[in-house]
C-alpha cells in the first residue's frame, strides 16, 4: 500500500508491507521527527534528502537520493 506524509515541507510517499498502517505512520513521524533533532550527522543527510520510504515490519528503510545514504531505522 502506498501513502505520502508530510516532512519539511515536502511531500514523501510511504510503501507498506503490514495492515496495521495508521500506527507504523504514527511510530515513523516520531522517529523521523526526533532524529531530525537529535541524530548523527548520517541520519540527518539522508532525511533531509529522503525520496521515499518503505515500511516493513518494525523497520523503515529510509531512500534518499544519494544512494549512500539510504539507511533502514527501528520504529520502535
Partial sequence: M???????NK?????LN???NKKALDKLGEVLNRKLET???AVKNC???LISVEISGSEATLHAINEKDTLTISLY
Wanted: aromatic share 4%; proline share 5%.
Fill in 47 to 49: 532525511i533531509r534528502s
Fill in 11 to 15: 511531500i514523501i510517499p510511504v510503501y
Fill in 39 to 41: 541524530g548523527k550527522t
Fill in 18 to 20: 503490514e495492515s496495521n
Fill in 2 to 8: 502506498k501513502t505520502m506524509i508530510s516532512l519539511q
